[in-house]
Each structure stands twice: as C-alpha cells, then as structure tokens.
C-alpha cells in the first residue's frame, strides 16, 4: 500500500506550525494609556460642555444669561481638546480647537 501524496498547502491559509512573521509593531502600555486617557478626558469634559449647552437652552431667565453660560460650555470645551493634546505632550495650540466650539455653536443656534 502506498501512501497518497500530500496535497501542497495553500497560501491563504494558516499554518500554525510556521505563524506569518507579525508585521507592525505593538504599543507599548505606556503610550496605550495614554490614548485611554486622553479618550476618557476629551469625552468626559465635552459631555460637561453638551451639559451646558443643554442647560443654557432650557435656561427661562433671558437670552444673555443662556449666551453666557454658552460661552462658558465653548471655553469648557476648548480647554477639554487642550487637554487630550497635552496628555499626548503635544502643543494645545492646534486648529483642532476649533473643534471644541462645535457644542458652543449649536446652542447658539437653538438660542438665537
């Protein structure tokens, strides 16, 4: 009795016995913190700024009073983008500031 002829394998299949070499490199824990706390800063300080944006559109006592508490959620959420730059140890002096404003600008859109 002969013994069949293994069949080659195929490329596109694993092969446990000779794993693919990996070809990018893992972070390393110091830099994957740094991303979860940036993440967990930016999002947390602009939900405060939404918060105020929110409470300055319900506000009953006059359209000053909601404009200068929606400034305040425009400066909350500028300084929230400053804050993810410079968890990175990066210069808060970025365009993306501009991003920050976004919650600022929408109420001033439903309070005007």
């Known amino acids: 009795m ?3 002829p293994v069949p ?3 490329k596109h299949l694993m092969d446990p016995a000779n ?3 990996a070809t990018r490199q893992s972070m390393s824990m110091s830099s994957v ?3 979860v706390m940036s993440v967990l800063a ?3 300080i602009g939900h405060f700024a939404a918060g105020l944006v929110i409470a300055a559109v319900f506000l009953d006592r006059g359209t000053g009073s909601q404009v200068g ?3 305040i959620a425009g400066v909350v959420g500028v300084m929230g983008v400053a804050a ?3 968890i990175h140890q990066k210069s808060p002096l970025t365009p993306w500031l501009v991003l920050g ?3 600022a600008a929408v109420g001033l859109y439903f309070i005007l």
């Open 2 to 4: 002969s013994i069949p």
């Open 8 to 10: 080659p394998r195929r």
């Open 19 to 21: 794993p693919r070499p």
């Open 33 to 35: 913190q740094r991303w």
């Open 42 to 44: 930016v999002t947390t």
């Open 69 to 71: 508490l929606d400034v």
């Open 84 to 86: 993810g730059f410079m």
């Open 101 to 103: 404003l976004l919650p």
